[in-house]
């Protein structure tokens, strides 16, 4: 916590580097459910990064990316907009599958693959804003 009371900038995005490296090992280690959740966290943190450094203050206690983006007025492209649009919608189901069996099905290593790589880029892209 800073002296204001709130995490900084700098601390909330060593906090989603920090989830992005987790999100490789649980990939590495076949969870694929966790890797996406931690992919989520890592993309939330990142614009709750942003949000302290553009309003000065404690980003609200929610998990939904859309909420972020437009509280920051951040422009996305086509791409960006579908994976955080995934990321968001995954971030419940992650949390508290209903349907374990089902889950795995849905994140399996191809699309945990892909998830993986296109959050990478979305942090870095958020680094930039």
Partial sequence: MNEKGF???KEW???AEY?????DIMFKGGRYIYSVFLCHLCI???????FVKRFKKNPPKTHNLLYFLN???IESDKEQSSVIMKLN????PTRYPEDLKGMIKDFSRVNTKKILAD???????LKIK
Avoid: H, N
């Avoid at 989830?19 to 999100?23: N, P, Q, V």
């Fill in 44 to 50: 939330e943190k990142a614009l709750k990064g942003i």
């Fill in 71 to 73: 509280a920051l007025e």
């Fill in 19 to 23: 989830d992005i490296k987790s999100a």
């Fill in 7 to 9: 995490k900084s900038e």
């Fill in 119 to 125: 959050s990478k880029g979305i942090l870095k892209w």
């Fill in 89 to 92: 919608e995954a971030s419940i």
């Fill in 13 to 15: 995005f060593e906090q």
